[in-house]
């Protein structure tokens, strides 16, 4: 469970790699053993039951953290204390910190911090998200002050972008509009964004990759869409009675099968034109084959381990 | 495999410009009481009244024991002494502030610089307010002087004031230690000035037990007070050398800790970290003279503290009770700790009391002043 899986991205040099990874912060232990690939120019979600390590990866990736045990490498090169590789990363934490009090003090403090700053792009940020660039920061919403920090982080160019529950708080107008400039990034400037939330439907039309953390371990890493299309919800009723074993002996991989009445609600491994080509043999009364959404891959994928959420997907 | 990363370009200057502009309206105010407190002083009091009130003394009277002192310069050089103290307690805490929120040192660590820059920046940007605060009062106080033409008394002035310098960056670099060290800002403080008064306390009733005072030698005993040895520089004449190697040393031993200070360490309080049971047998060395010297004086005030049977007594008890404040202050809850985790911090803090006593003891001469 622990171990770390999958190699996503399609670089042939990921931009992040976890090795072993491990966190520990006294008795309690963030991060155990961690293992990953994050590859360029992709959106990496990042989900996770609450105190899984989500933020503890984010930070240990951002060099903020030393890692107790194991590596967090950014293209090829440990991060933490390496100030080179920092000036292509960018981390935004889920309570962003402001040296000075306004935007446009603060453009110029990151102008003069870091070298790919670029002033068009900030300029061209300004009229997608409204920020006064003189307004104090400190006296903005939280939603703003996070508009705030992301565009900061965006115009200094970062090849590696990192975003603590980037979402939180922000209007939906201004969360599509976030989401169409990232993607815009990744697609003209080749960047990569790895993104931690906890509001899994933002993240499901927006992420290439999810990784699924649990309790400081690593449960899976996959591609969204085939995440997505590897496990569906089967809504059926048929003529005959239909057991479990008799749906496994057709071949199918149940996962969870439940009875309501004559109408029959089961989880399975499976493609969707497969379970179609299976079940139509049984001359099904209904049938209704629906994707997972992420929120329900999650909830499936924590039931498994013993978290109190096995109830959730009846 | 490796890619090329480019180099990073803010260096030293970088973190030192931005750490001096942020300090500079503090700097300013500060300045400025340095101003009200000397030559803003002596203005108000005016040449003939300052005059008047030094005709009686000389710079060598020994009544004031620093000899570069006189009758008018001597409060306005302790109240300078105080300013410094609240300057570096409150510009310290400014450079440094970032240190205990987690989204500072979210920031901060993130940031492409690497840790040294950043301590050396911040070290330096404080340097820099220090020398400006006192360059410029040094500087006022020097024309109110030429205005009266008495310069030779501001030149005589001088080595009480470059020692009181001196001292105040020593006291800065200590205090970098704690702030380097400590999870929040209250704790450094609260931490910082503690250490000192329970050093300084423990020492006063050590040289109060035998009855004398050494001269240089027992400067020693002061080193974990810089903030005392502001005052200190006042009354004896203390060596400005040893004050520059106390203030590399602690800039080392601050810079030391900067470097290894985890992130994690931001609002956690210093009873949780795990440095703290060094600090331990502070609590017992202070709470075991104090006792000591109590029971001494309530029980058996006639006889020699050293070989007064209750003020050992009395010393085991506030040592232990020192011991237990400790623990207790650092959020432990009492019945869950081990006895001998309680007992170590307890023979550590007897040990140093013998230890001071008995260097004390060694530097004792004949014919030393009471304090």
Redesign the interface.
């Known amino acids: 469970m622990k171990k770390g899986i999958g190699i996503p991205g399609d670089g042939?040099?990921p931009i992040l790699t976890a090795e072993n990874l491990s966190k520990s912060?006294?008795p309690v232990k963030a991060l155990d053993l961690v293992s990953c690939r994050i590859g360029g120019s992709s959106i990496f979600g990042l989900i996770g039951s609450n105190g899984a390590g989500k933020s503890t990866f984010l930070?240990l990736a951002?060099?903020?953290?030393?890692p107790a045990s194991g590596q967090m490498l950014?293209?090829?090169?440990p991060v933490y204390?390496n100030?080179?590789?920092?000036?292509?990363?960018?981390?935004v934490?889920d309570?962003?910190?402001f040296?000075f009090d306004t935007l446009n003090k603060m453009s110029k403090?990151n102008r003069?911090?870091?070298?790919g700053w670029d002033q068009v792009l900030y300029e061209e940020l300004l009229t997608i998200f409204p920020l006064g660039e003189n307004d104090r920061l400190d006296r903005m919403s939280r939603g703003m002050q996070r508009q705030a920090a992301v565009l900061l982080a965006i115009a200094c160019n970062p090849r590696l972008l990192l975003l603590d529950e980037a979402f939180d708080g922000l209007d939906p107008v201004m969360r599509q509009n976030l989401k169409r400039v990232l993607a815009r990034q990744v697609a003209d400037r080749q960047l990569t964004v790895l993104i931690a939330s906890q509001n899994l439907r933002e993240l499901e039309d927006f992420c290439d990759h999810v990784g699924l953390l649990h309790e400081g371990g690593l449960l899976f890493v996959e591609e969204l869409d085939k995440l997505r299309l590897s496990i569906v919800k089967v809504q059926a009723a048929f003529p005959q009675p239909v057991t479990e074993s008799r749906l496994g002996e057709l071949g199918l991989d149940i996962l969870q099968f439940r009875t309501r009445g004559s109408l029959i609600e089961i989880l399975v491994r499976s493609s969707e034109e497969e379970i179609n080509r299976v079940l139509e043999g049984l001359h099904p009364l209904l049938l209704d084959v629906l994707p997972l959404s992420l929120e329900e891959v999650f909830i499936y994928e924590l039931s498994l381990k013993s978290y109190a959420v096995s109830d959730l997907l009846a | 495999m490796m890619t090329a990363i480019p180099q990073s370009a803010p260096g030293l200057g970088w973190v030192f410009g931005k750490s001096f502009q942020r300090m500079r309206s503090l700097m300013l105010l500060f300045s400025f009481l340095f101003l009200l407190a000397m030559p803003i002083a002596l203005l108000i009091i005016g040449r003939d009244n300052y005059l008047t009130l030094v005709s009686s003394y000389n710079f060598l009277e020994p009544a004031f024991g620093e000899q570069s002192l006189n009758q008018v310069l001597w409060p306005l050089h302790i109240i300078l002494a105080l300013i410094s103290l609240a300057a570096v307690a409150v510009l310290a805490s400014t450079g440094f502030r970032t240190f205990y929120l987690q989204n500072a040192v979210d920031r901060e660590s993130s940031m492409p610089l690497g840790s040294s820059r950043l301590f050396l920046g911040r070290a330096l940007a404080l340097l820099a307010a220090f020398l400006f605060i006192f360059a410029v009062n040094a500087a006022a106080t020097l024309a109110v002087f030429a205005g009266w033409g008495k310069i030779a008394h501001f030149l005589t002035y001088s080595a009480a004031y470059l020692k009181l310098f001196a001292a105040t960056l020593e006291l800065l670099a200590f205090c970098l230690v704690f702030l380097a060290l400590s999870g929040t800002l209250f704790d450094a403080i609260l931490t910082c000035l503690g250490i000192q008064f329970a050093w300084a306390s423990s020492v006063l009733h050590i040289l109060g037990m035998t009855n004398r005072l050494t001269d240089l030698e027992t400067d020693i005993l002061w080193l974990l007070s810089p903030a005392a040895r502001l005052f200190i520089s006042t009354f004896r004449p203390l060596s400005v050398w040893q004050s520059l190697i106390m203030i590399v040393f602690w800039t080392i031993v601050a810079w030391f800790f900067y470097k290894k200070r985890p992130a994690e360490y931001a609002g956690v309080r210093n009873g949780q970290l795990p440095w703290y049971p060094a600090l331990q047998p502070f609590f017992v060395l202070w709470g075991g003279t104090l006792l000591g010297s109590f029971v001494h004086g309530l029980f058996a005030e006639e006889q020699s503290v050293l070989s007064s049977p209750v003020f050992y007594m009395g010393l085991a008890a506030g040592a232990l009770l020192g011991q237990v404040v400790s623990t207790v202050v650092s959020g432990k809850q009492l019945r869950k700790t081990k006895m001998t985790k309680e007992i170590l911090p307890v023979l550590a803090g007897l040990t140093l009391f013998a230890l001071m006593t008995g260097l004390v003891c060694l530097c004792m001469a004949p014919a030393a002043q009471p304090w």
């Open positions: 042939d040099v912060f006294g930070r951002a060099g903020v953290y030393k950014y293209q090829g090169q204390e100030a080179p590789a920092k000036q292509e990363i960018q981390f934490s309570q962003p910190f040296h403090f003069s911090l870091y070298l």
